[in-house]
């Protein structure tokens, strides 16, 4: 019985690590908006969802179906608008994602083993890919981002302009 419930405490870290990491990638973005004074809104999930103020920060965390909750995130952002401001916000979120595939894969390679292994491996993984789909400048092909450009694209557009 024991057993059961600590592989069911294990399996339900999983999507709590990547809805986390999710946030904080969004968070990541929100950041350097808020320290240059603007004002931030974080939806993860959906739009329709609650919102929760916080001074000059909104997050909406919503659900639109089960997969978009690990998935979707975005942020709407005003304040000064430099172009170092603007590079800030758009790599704050990839920096995250990458920082913490780097502290994921240093764990690992530490020596963790047992459930905690095939947890953070797994969140691992998923982090590695969130940070392909958002490094990598290209314009999505479909999903809830279907014709947006990734934030590599976004920031090469910027330094171009």
Not at 11 to 36: M, Q
Not at 64 to 77: C, E, N, P, V
Not at 88 to 115: E, N, Y
């Amino acid at each position: 019985m024991v057993d059961s419930a600590v592989s069911l405490l294990t399996f339900c870290l999983i999507p709590v690590g990547i809805f986390g990491l999710l946030f904080c990638h969004e968070l990541g973005h929100a950041l350097p908006a808020l320290l240059a004074g603007g004002r931030a809104h974080v939806t993860v999930g959906s739009h329709d969802g609650r919102t929760v103020t916080l001074g000059r920060l909104s997050v909406t965390v919503g659900m639109d179906g089960f997969r978009s909750l690990f998935t979707y995130g975005d942020i709407q952002w005003s304040g000064p608008d430099s172009t170092f401001v603007r590079a800030a916000v758009i790599l704050g979120g990839p920096a995250v994602t990458v920082s913490a595939v780097g502290v994921l894969g240093f764990v690992l390679l530490r020596g963790v083993d047992g459930s905690l292994f095939w947890v953070l491996g797994n969140i691992l993984v998923s982090e590695g890919y969130r940070a392909y789909q958002t490094v990598v400048p290209k314009t999505y092909s479909k999903g809830p981002y279907e014709g947006k450009p990734s934030d590599g694209k976004r920031f090469l557009r910027l330094i171009r302009a």
